[in-house]
């Protein structure tokens, strides 16, 4: 809780124990993956990997620890999806299917394990060099009308070879489509990079991210997009990728406002932060951590002038937000619980404690 509020949290990824991460693997190895164990049995279909099993109890305790790092952020509820560097959409088309059924089914048991902390949304078989994402639907609405998902992810560039359409155009549409008549958003989330330009970068999907977050913002801000899907709503993670150098009377600054576009505060760096919520503005803000996730480092003495927060990991952001001077009280409610909840209303579904 938050100054007697929920804190609700829209950016966060599936938690397991080892074997859900080498489940592919040997797909990978083989050319070929059976069907997901969760849509054939209990989950305890005899996958081995590194010594592990695919056990109720492994996910348990995974997930417990999820939890437990949520607790002690002072996190309510976390909207859970899938980890956009595992999406993978670079590989085999005839994996990429059963591959997103099963983490699907993951994101769907840890959400039943702690029913009351987490909201689940879909990793979906996007094809870079499909016609359009219609192949998608059907796994989608699955979750939504069997699950009770309540949205999905969507990558701008899933094969992560910058060879997707723009967001704003038709190859996306049965998605969206689905999202309106649901009432359910779009979280998009960068995924891998495969630009060998920046193939000597540690982690490089990271500056993917920032490329094809920032894209998207752009390509969805100055596009029709929302006049085709009025009611359509879009939340864009790591706060939008990228931030304008331009001042407000710019015309090179799109239009943001409304109530279809959203940014998180997934963003570590106080002062990014900070400028994050001064541009996009309190209202198109929803909070955002990924905890646990990329934001595990320690605060030191040299990463701000203030100190503030030291010795705790800069996931840890709900100190941060209330320290910002530049917000109310009544900006710092809508932006973890407010606007979440716009973007995410199926968050009422979890009652306060």
Known sequence: ?????QVLDVHGHV????????????????????????????????????????????????NQRHVDWMTDRNIDVQVLG???????GWMPRHLLQRWCEFTNDTIDHQT????????????????AEAPDLSNCVPEFEF?????????????PDPDGRHNSPGMNEAYWHPVYE??????????????????????????NYQVGFVVETFLATRILAYSDLFEK?????????????????????????????????WFDTCLYDIDYLALSIKQWGVAQTA????????????????????????????????????????????????????NPLKVFPQFSRIKPK
């Open 112 to 127: 039943r394990n702690f029913p009351d902390r987490f909201l689940s949304t879909t990793m979906l078989p996007q094809i």
């Open 287 to 338: 909070l955002g951590t990924e905890a646990p996730g990329s934001g595990g480092a320690i605060r030191q003495a040299e990463d701000h002038p203030s100190q503030l927060n030291l010795g705790r990991t800069s996931d840890d952001l709900l100190p941060i937000i209330d320290a910002n001077p530049a917000l109310s009280e009544a900006d710092k409610i809508a932006i973890v619980h407010d």
């Open 1 to 5: 809780m938050f100054k007697g509020t």
């Open 15 to 62: 938690s397991g124990p080892p074997v859900v991460n080498s489940w592919i693997d040997m797909g990978f190895a083989s050319g070929h993956v059976g069907q997901s164990p969760y849509r054939i049995g209990d989950g305890k279909s005899g996958i081995r990997a590194d010594g592990g099993t695919l056990s109720d109890e492994a996910m348990k305790g995974a």
């Open 143 to 155: 979750n939504i009308k069997e699950r009770g998902f309540v949205g999905t992810y969507l990558s």
């Open 178 to 203: 689905v999202c309106e008549k649901n009432d359910v958003p779009v979280f998009i989330h960068g995924t891998n990079c495969l630009d060998p330009r920046i193939a000597h970068i540690p982690g």
């Open 82 to 88: 899938p980890r956009p560097f595992r999406m993978m």
């Open 229 to 261: 899907f009025p009611k359509l709503r879009i939340c864009i993670a790591h706060g939008g990728g990228a931030l304008d150098r331009f001042v407000s009377s710019s015309n090179h600054k799109g239009n943001y406002q409304g109530e279809n576009l």
